[in-house]
């Protein structure tokens, strides 16, 4: 295991479609993050979960995205009805010793 | 609530030079900060950690900052930076006894050095 992975790490897909990202943590790391980043930002707190149990979701968390993470393991981030807005880098994170480290990112573009 | 507040968006240096990035947070507890580096078509990589004792910490690649409580900061430097030091460095801050809370990042500072 050499760290945090995601799948995709691109994305295309027009308006209106739903598409679903997938995070596999570090193995022994029970947090893990899901952050959104676009150009010339930083990462902004999407949500984050201990084990399974999602502890906090960002007010920039529409109804339209869900992230679960249903065994304590993986995660998944889906974002419904997708719009232009969207598209941006979305990165996940795991951590067990209060340092996050983070994975390639997902990098979503909505036509 | 907690904010990070990168002051220098955009910082050119020559080879060589010092650098000094600034990076202020607003939390009135206990905080732990850090110090991120994404370099270009890479993802993000820890620079160096702050949680507790001596406030000058130490991380890789040369770079060190100081936490100085009394004035909110945590200021990264180098004091001869390469070529290969061009990236962007985020500031990050995690409020609270809980370390593996949330963490907040600050908008950034694109470094750019000229050989």
């Known amino acids: 295991d050499t760290g945090v992975s995601q799948d995709p790490r691109h994305k295309i897909t027009k308006r209106g479609q739903n598409v679903t990202f997938r995070c596999d943590p570090i193995?022994?790391?029970?947090?893990l993050y899901w952050y959104r980043q676009t150009l010339g930002q930083g990462p902004e707190f999407l949500t984050y979960?201990?084990?399974?149990?999602?502890?906090?979701k960002s007010r920039l968390l529409s109804d339209r995205f869900s992230a679960e993470r249903p065994k304590g393991s993986f995660s998944t981030l889906e974002i419904q009805r997708t719009e232009q807005g969207d598209s941006a880098m979305y990165l996940c994170?795991?951590?067990?010793?209060?340092?996050?480290?983070f994975g390639p990112g997902t990098r979503l573009t909505v036509l | 609530a907690q904010s990070v507040s990168q002051h220098n968006h955009h910082v050119i240096l020559s080879e060589a030079a010092s650098l000094e990035l600034g990076c202020n947070y607003s939390?009135?507890?206990?905080?732990?900060l850090f110090w991120y580096v994404q370099y270009p078509g890479q993802h993000l990589q820890l620079l160096l950690k702050?949680?507790?004792?001596?406030?000058l910490v130490k991380g890789i690649k040369g770079f060190e900052a100081e936490f100085i409580k009394s004035k909110f900061s945590f200021n990264l430097r180098k004091p001869s930076v390469q070529w290969s030091d061009t990236a962007e460095y985020f500031c990050?801050?995690?409020?609270?006894?809980?370390?593996?809370?949330?963490?907040?990042f600050g908008k950034g500072t694109r470094l750019h050095i000229l050989p």
């Open positions: 193995s022994e790391h029970n947090r």
């Open positions: 939390y009135g507890g206990t905080v732990n």
């Open positions: 994170a795991s951590s067990s010793q209060g340092v996050p480290l």
């Open positions: 990050a801050v995690n409020g609270g006894m809980n370390r593996d809370d949330k963490i907040i």
């Open positions: 702050y949680f507790s004792g001596d406030p």
């Open positions: 979960f201990q084990n399974e149990a999602q502890l906090e």
